[in-house]
């Protein structure tokens, strides 16, 4: 189940303020899924003056990854992206 992006924001907002968190992994496997929703998330992040101040890591999937979303990982901050492989 999807949180909404203001709740998601508020937790993050949480996290830096009681425990001073830098860095926060996203464990979702459809974080790089929805664009939009990436989007969002930056969004809110600038609006609650977050963006910048702390990194983010995440799990990816090459075949969504075009230079569009790199680019929207970097505006994010999100310094590791981990790829599962199979063969």
């Known amino acids: 189940r999807?949180?909404?992006v203001p709740y998601v924001v508020k937790n993050i907002q949480y996290l830096i303020?009681?425990?001073h968190v830098t860095h926060i992994s996203i464990l979702d496997d459809l974080f790089v899924y929805n664009k939009q929703r990436v989007r969002d998330l930056i969004e809110g992040l600038e609006k609650a003056g977050i963006l910048g101040k702390i990194?983010?890591?995440?799990l990816g999937r090459a075949s969504l990854?075009?230079?569009e979303f790199c680019q929207l990982l970097q505006k994010m901050n999100m310094k590791i992206i981990n790829f599962g492989f199979c063969y």
Do not use: L
Request: negative net charge.
């Open 65 to 67: 990854i075009d230079d």
């Open 17 to 19: 303020a009681n425990y």
């Open 2 to 4: 999807v949180h909404s």
């Open 55 to 58: 990194t983010f890591e995440c």
